[in-house]
């Protein structure tokens, strides 16, 4: 059985449904995650399902897949990143189940699971660490091998401490 897809779900009850829910998201409806992009118009499709099959423990497992885009670091345009990933997560775990399932937690609030909220955890967990285009050659300046120059650097730091103590000191 497919249901609808919605914000907040009471796992105790979807627990014994066995229902399975896909649908979209939208960017803004993920402010954390759109604050990392560069335009926030991209559909987020997920589906999922509550299960106490795999641990014998209340988890949401499901898949993830979008389109985002990113700025690159190396010529500061937008660059296109593809994510498409599964995810398993106990709800509600001790630690000791999470150590013994190797499995991270989610936390309800009151039984109801805010899935939108695990979606955006997801996918930040899932960006790239340093978002950069493939071709290395997409900044004009920038070379593979481009070392720094060997004189930048090479100023003394404690000269600078030395002009910050003889400054008279401000206000009074
Ligand atoms: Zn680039």
Redesign the pocket.
Known sequence: MQGKLQQRYRVARELGQNSEFAGEFSLPQLPRLSTLVVKDDAEIRVRFEFTENRYQHPSIRGHIETRLQLE?Q????P?SQSLDFDFDLLIDASDDDVQSFQTDTVWTDDGYLDVLEVVEDELILALPLIS??E?VS??QHWQPDSLPEPDEGRNNPFAVLATLKGKPTEGG
């Open positions: 690159c190396r010529c500061l345009k660059m950069m285009h071709d997409c900044h």
